[in-house]
């Protein structure tokens, strides 16, 4: 069974930063596709970061480019999202989400994933 819980998130204040951890289990899979996903209040889910097993990186939310980071362990059994220079409109659920994939470079943001976290709250103020 696969299990991805977050962790991490918080309130913070304009500018600050957090970082969110994701514990993944039941998922050994050498093709994949990692990545965060956000929901804010009102707005549809979109997608933040994604990583596949090639290690390759993609940031697709234009508003955090340049502050979000999307790493994993080497154990590859913890996806992180470092998130610096935090704005209100970061405000958001924010959601893990793991699927396998048929190669090791797969472009993750067109993917439907299939495994997913319950989410963690980050709240940015003003």
């Known amino acids: 069974q696969v299990l991805l819980v977050e962790s991490g998130g918080g309130s913070v204040q304009a500018g600050g930063s957090l970082r969110l951890s994701c514990a993944i289990s039941?998922?050994?899979?050498?093709?994949?596709?990692m990545g965060w996903f956000r929901q804010a209040p009102g707005k549809e889910r979109e997608g933040v970061a994604h990583?596949?097993?090639?290690?390759?990186?993609?940031v697709t939310a234009d508003s955090v480019k340049g502050r979000f980071t999307i790493s994993q362990d080497n154990a590859k059994s913890t996806l992180y999202l470092q998130m610096n220079s935090l704005k209100p409109e970061d405000t958001a659920v924010y959601y893990c989400?793991?699927?396998?994939?048929?190669?090791?470079?797969?472009?993750?943001?067109?993917?439907?994933?299939?495994?997913w976290g319950r989410g963690t709250q980050v709240t940015v103020s003003s």
């Open positions: 989400a793991a699927a396998r994939a048929p190669s090791i470079y797969p472009t993750c943001e067109l993917y439907a994933y299939e495994h």
């Open positions: 039941g998922f050994s899979y050498s093709h994949f596709c």
């Open positions: 990583l596949n097993g090639g290690g390759v990186a993609t």
